[in-house]
């Protein structure tokens, strides 16, 4: 009874052809994130969203955007992948947005860039 | 600019001993701390948690304590066991915001 499914598991584009990663819950949580994880490096919050209130990290890079169309499923886009974009792409969950409310992670999407 | 820093990559342990996973912070203003335990092929998953208002938080197992003046967190495990073997990565959080995560310190304990 998996609550925070991604697909696919492993992902592999080649440099510059957009790719599309998928991310879906059971949870009915309002609150859904995109974290990047590099190879022995922490990982980093790309964007989430609040029910259908967008939020971007000020650091990511305008390369990376992310859909929500509804409450269960939540998409990042790489529109043109670099060889830097290689990682493992983390989705997490919770109820609220506050910390103390725990987020729930997918086994994540490891994406390699040839 | 790592404001959350595990600085021990790996940490073995002998079942039955005590886990000590240490996490320093930079940044003063943070006043909620998490860990997350990750095993391979799974995503990280809830742990522990405590609230800078608090020094020591206690679940089964599972301690951790907060120094709020050396900005140090720490993770104890007593007993260890086998099935503790996996990746524990300390967050933190200012003000109910995003959270900011270590690199992750990678846990053995043999039997």
């Known amino acids: 009874d998996a609550m925070v499914i991604q697909n696919p598991r492993y992902q592999v584009t080649q440099f510059g052809k957009p790719v599309t990663l998928s991310c879906s819950q059971t949870l009915n949580h309002n609150v859904m994130y995109w974290y990047q994880q590099k190879s022995s490096q922490a990982p980093k919050l790309l964007f989430h969203?609040?029910?259908?209130?967008?939020?971007n990290e000020a650091d990511t890079p305008d390369n990376f955007q992310s859909r929500r169309p509804n409450t269960s499923f939540c998409f990042l886009d790489i529109r043109s992948p670099g060889l830097g974009d290689a990682a493992m792409y983390l989705c997490?969950?919770?109820?609220?947005?506050?910390?103390?409310?725990?987020?729930?992670f997918g086994p994540g999407t490891r994406l390699t860039v040839t | 600019d790592q404001q959350v820093k595990q600085n021990s990559p790996s940490l073995s342990v002998q079942e039955g001993r005590i886990s000590i996973l240490n996490c320093d912070y930079t940044?003063?203003?943070?006043?909620?701390f998490l860990w997350y335990k990750k095993y391979p092929a799974e995503g990280p998953t809830f742990l522990i948690s405590i609230s800078s208002i608090k020094d020591k938080n206690e679940d089964g197992r599972f301690t951790v304590f907060l120094n709020k003046s050396a900005k140090h967190l720490s993770l104890h495990i007593v007993p260890s066991q086998p099935g503790d073997s996996a990746v524990y990565f300390c967050?933190?959080?200012?003000?109910?915001?995003?959270?900011?995560f270590g690199a992750g310190t990678i846990l053995r304990v043999k039997s």
């Open positions: 940044n003063s203003m943070f006043d909620y």
């Open positions: 969203y609040y029910d259908k209130d967008f939020n």
């Open positions: 967050a933190a959080s200012v003000d109910g915001n995003k959270l900011v």
């Open positions: 997490a969950t919770s109820r609220d947005a506050r910390p103390r409310y725990e987020q729930y």
